[in-house]
């Protein structure tokens, strides 16, 4: 018999960076204690010493009796009924190497907005394959949900989607908080896939804010970037956008492109601004996810990519050397 998921089930978090940190602030809202695995040693450290991370929203502080710290990611795992997974995509394969427990019993929720580099990979499409995880048993965390936010208790809107409806109120209610609203649907492809493509999006804002593009033409490269994403989520429904909700797929794209909290469009700055790529991946402190989703472009077809030119234009950028300004001017033409 499966396994019935409520409010009494335990949960655990996987990571250490600032939306992990965010996440277990507003766990502990709910939950007596969290299982939080921290490989960091002087994360971990800080957290054990003064109950706050030292490297990620450290003005935030802990109740160091309401988190269950662990260097063991199987002794972490094992402990939990609802896992998140909150950290970089880049990073997914290497965190869970040595895990040895199954997942297959939990409820995983996937708060990763990018792709696994190596493989092409979408998070849910490589947890399915590689860990035996059902869509009942995967759940996909996301919306316009900046950490730094968050974790101070500013409203925020979160999305969650899941095939099994009963799973997904029992995530939901482990989120639950005065300043979060929660929205839930089944459709977990979709919303991951925007979440991922939006950050390409944000880092070609970050450039033409770089490069000293003015507020018009910005306005006019979100639009853009709106119709792209639309084309390669549903073709079929480019002129029907009413189908999506707009939180989820906009309100996610226009904080990513906006916000000076988005690493993206701060790594898309850097670049505007003169830096090459590597340098400006190299002055960030945080991975913008963005850089590694871009290579996806490269696996569509020429028709594809005649459709989604400011996609393309940061596939050449980021990848193929493509020098910024002649990116950016002939992008200026095929615009509208």
Known sequence: MDKVFKETSRCAVIGHGSWATALVKVLT??????????????????????????????????????????????????????IFLVMPAAYLKNYLSDLQVSLKEKIVVSAIKGILPDENMFVTDYLKQYYGLSDERLCLLCGPTHAEEVGHGQLTYLTLACRDVVNIRAVGEKLRAPFIKISCQKDVDYLERSSVLKNIYAIMVGIAVGLGYGDNFISVLVSNCIKEM????????????????????????????????SRNRQLGMLIGRGNTVK???NEMTMVAEGYFASKLVGTLSEEQRQRMPIAEAAYGILHQNLPVRKAMKDLEERLN
Do not use: M
């Open 29 to 82: 809202r709910n939950e007596l204690t969290v299982g939080w695995y921290v490989r960091n040693a002087e994360v971990l450290e800080s957290l054990r010493n003064e109950g706050s991370n030292c490297r990620y929203l450290s003005e935030l502080e802990f109740d160091k009796n309401r988190i269950r710290l662990s260097d063991d990611l199987n002794a972490t795992v094992s402990d939990a009924d609802i």
């Open 230 to 261: 639309y084309y390669l989520l549903d073709p079929q429904s480019i002129n029907d956008l009413t189908k999506f909700n707009p939180s989820n797929f906009f309100g996610d794209l226009l904080v990513s492109c906006y916000s000076s909290h």
């Open 279 to 281: 340098t400006a991946l």
